[in-house]
Nanobody, 121 residues
Framework: QVQLVESGGGLVQDGGSLRLSCAAS????????MGWYRQPPGKQRDLVAHITSGGRTNYTDSVKGRFTISRDNAKNTVYLQMNSLKPEDTAVYYC???????????????WGQGTLVTVSS
């Protein structure tokens, strides 16, 4: 079982930046990718970005050019650098362990506790 612990959320002004971290521990058998999801208040949880074990990345259109996902395999940590933040980026951000097959990310139901990001206008 994989344990995921997010950190780095907080309150930031429109146009500001934050970096989220996700530390993973435990068995990673069967996992070849990590993802960040977000859930705005009253809305569904959606995939924002993912990164494979080989470093291949993918982003949802609304964050392309602003967010960067990366990983440090030595530290078993995945990061989400968020720049040019907008009020509509306000959400709880969740780290996720998953599997990429044929370029499609599938979450394996392994979640962190989430970290709140609030962008004020």
């Amino acid at each position: 079982q994989v344990q995921l612990v997010e950190s780095g959320g907080g309150l930031v002004q429109d146009g500001g930046s934050l970096r989220l971290s996700c530390a993973a521990s435990g068995s990673i058998f069967g996992i070849n990718a990590m993802g960040w999801y977000r859930q705005p208040p009253g809305k569904q949880r959606d995939l924002v970005a993912h990164i494979t074990s080989g470093g291949r990345t993918n982003y949802t259109d609304s964050v392309k050019g602003r967010f960067t996902i990366s990983r440090d395999n030595a530290k078993n940590t995945v990061y989400l650098q968020m720049n040019s933040l907008k009020p509509e980026d306000t959400a709880v951000y969740y780290c996720n362990a998953g599997l990429v097959t044929s370029g499609v990310y599938r979450n394996l139901g392994l979640w962190g506790q989430g970290t709140l990001v609030t962008v004020s206008s």
